[in-house]
């Protein structure tokens, strides 16, 4: 879980777990308002692939470790990236519906 507040992460995490006491959460602090605390998440995100496993296939048919690494991260990233966008042309037309306005993502 990537949290703002960690006492309030904590509660979440906890209420979780008194739910389902099997699950494995992990609660990372991210303020996205600071970037040393982005870059603190990032470094720790991209630190979690996998090193040199035997040679194995994922259930996509893909070779695991490259799936792990590199692929995956990058579908979860664009997939967020056109949410964003999405979401940022809703609010556009929901809140300036009267007027014209022009949304560019820029990647």
């Known amino acids: 879980m990537a949290i703002r507040n960690m ?54 048919n893909m070779e695991l470790q490259f799936e792990t690494n590199y692929f995956g991260k990058d579908v979860v990233c664009i997939f967020h990236i056109f949410l964003m966008y999405a979401l940022m042309l809703l609010w556009n037309m929901l809140t300036f519906s009267d007027s014209v306005i022009t949304s560019t993502l820029c990647i």
Do not use: C, H, W
């Open 7 to 60: 006492p309030a992460g904590r509660e979440v995490k906890e209420a979780i777990l008194k739910q389902n006491p099997t699950a494995k959460i992990d609660a990372m602090e991210l303020d996205v308002s600071s970037i040393a605390s982005v870059n603190s998440f990032v470094s720790y995100y991209k630190s979690s692939g996998i090193l040199a496993p035997p040679y194995m296939l994922s259930k996509d």
